[in-house]
């Protein structure tokens, strides 16, 4: 009686339940996180392909930036166990949401609420192989287009960004000029109309090996690129 109610108001079914399922595996969310989609889940898949390797050293560092519910770091720490995982998040709310799903999945990751618009803030990171973000992108012109579902339910600071759609990519793509190790790489999961334009600001930013690619519906919604040092060799 009380979920059927709840439906009627186009609560989404995930947070009427609690529940939202991400690469097989149950997580807790509600208003405070968004609920985990399945273009993320390729975006995870992405990294473990290119990272599932025996002869490859397990013991690289992940930072996944705005991780809600923390799908996107417990899934690849299940499944690199030597790794060392870190997230963070703007929301207070979203960490403990993310705490607590790391440790019904018995996920050992580092959270800290912090923005990483915020430059002193980023210096509180260290560096890392692997970086991966679903940040916000969608542009509050946008907002009526979006289904009621989710501007009435789910949260705004992590769908939102006020002016610039970009602002997120190109923070975060600086900040990894200086926190990704030699051949380190960025995953970003991105809006579809948005996805030539970061990938340039990643090649403009002397990223190699960039690659933007499409979701299971055929909508570029992903984009990878790899930092690449100067060697002796190459001069």
């Given amino acids: 009686e009380k979920f059927s109610s709840e439906l009627m108001t186009g609560k989404p079914v995930q947070y009427v339940l609690g529940e939202g399922w991400f690469l097989g595996m149950k997580f807790f969310v509600n208003h405070s996180v968004l609920i985990p989609r399945p273009e993320t889940e390729e975006l995870v898949q992405w990294v473990i392909n290119d990272y599932d390797q025996p002869t490859?050293?397990?013991?690289?560092?992940?930072l996944d930036i705005g991780t809600g519910s923390g799908c996107i770091a417990i899934a690849l720490k299940k499944k690199f166990l030597l790794a060392e995982v870190y997230a963070c998040d703007i929301?207070?709310?979203a960490i403990i949401i993310a705490q607590k799903n790391a440790a019904t999945l018995a996920a050992d990751i580092n959270f800290s609420v912090l923005d990483i618009l915020d430059v002193n803030a980023q210096n509180?990171?260290?560096?890392?192989?692997?970086?991966?973000?679903?940040?916000?992108?969608?542009?509050?012109?946008?907002?009526?287009?979006?289904?009621?579902?989710?501007?009435?339910?789910?949260?705004?600071?992590?769908?939102?960004?006020?002016?610039?759609?970009?602002?997120?990519?190109?923070?975060?793509?600086?900040?990894?000029?200086d926190h990704l190790s030699q051949s380190g790489a960025l995953y970003f999961e991105v809006h579809e109309a948005h996805g030539r334009e970061v990938l340039h600001l990643m090649e403009s930013a002397g990223f190699v090996d960039c690659v933007l690619k499409k979701d299971m519906q055929g909508k570029e919604r992903m984009v990878k690129g790899s930092r690449q040092y100067a060697v002796g060799s190459m001069l």
């Fill in 56 to 62: 490859r050293n397990e013991q690289r560092r992940i």
């Fill in 91 to 93: 929301s207070k709310d």
């Fill in 124 to 177: 509180h990171l260290g560096i890392f192989d692997v970086v991966i973000s679903n940040p916000p992108y969608i542009s509050f012109e946008e907002r009526s287009s979006l289904p009621e579902n989710v501007i009435n339910f789910e949260p705004a600071v992590a769908l939102f960004v006020e002016k610039n759609p970009l602002l997120f990519y190109r923070t975060i793509i600086t900040f990894c000029l």
